[in-house]
């Protein structure tokens, strides 16, 4: 699986959008995008994935570069619940293959 | 449904006796895994089952971890024996990739000290 990198930690303004980076310069074709984030003391949970196209839910918003080599996932309206871990996955979409591998992930503090 | 279960949430041990970690995944959920969480070493999967059946044990540590899951609905994590080092807290998550659906839900975690 390719591996992701992500800042360490990064602030946002609670109301304001929030926009976590994360780079996939050796993704495969095959290869999707997955963010879980990890609230304090909680299981990790399931955000938002894509492959190529840029894909929006309730949560977030993630968007992906043409060349698919980076990524960036949206919170639209940051409130002080999304102070938690977030981690960018890359991981093959098939059933074969379903482990998710996590990196150290980005820290995001939402300020008041 | 109540979402993966596991149990207990807390366990203190001391070194050298066994440990037995439990998780019941959701129902009808084809993919399990378990995972180790430490501040130094991340999250880190363990092993992982695709229909019960073991798939990757690549992650376990030693010897001393075991993993099994007997039917679909059950699933344990065996440490023994323990050791300080092993304080952790273990998660257990499951999966329906089966059905191209990719989520993964995962329990509330046991958190575990060895003393």
Known sequence: ?112 | DAGVIQSPRHEVTEMGQEVTLRCKPISGHDYLFWYRQTMMRGLELLIYFNNNVPIDDSGMPEDRFSAKMPNASFSTLKIQPSEPRDSAVYFCASSEWGRGITEAFFGQGTRLTVV
């Not at chain 1, 095959?30 to 990790?44: F, K, L």
């Not at chain 1, 698919?68 to 919170?75: A, G, N, Q, Y």
């Not at chain 1, 293959?97 to 150290?104: C, P």
């Open chain 1, 1 to 112: 699986d390719a591996k992701t990198t992500q800042p360490t930690s990064m602030d946002c303004a609670e109301g304001r959008a929030a926009n976590l980076p994360c780079n996939h310069s050796t993704i495969s074709g095959n290869e999707y995008v997955y963010w879980y984030r990890q609230i304090h003391s909680q299981g990790p949970q399931y955000i938002i994935h894509g492959l190529k196209n840029n894909e929006t839910n309730e949560m977030a918003s993630l968007i992906i570069t043409e060349d698919r080599k980076s990524s960036t996932l949206i919170l639209p309206h940051a409130t002080l619940r999304d102070t938690a871990v977030y981690y960018c996955i890359v991981r093959f979409g098939s059933s074969n293959t379903g482990k998710l591998i996590f990196g150290q992930g980005t820290t995001l503090q939402v300020k008041p």
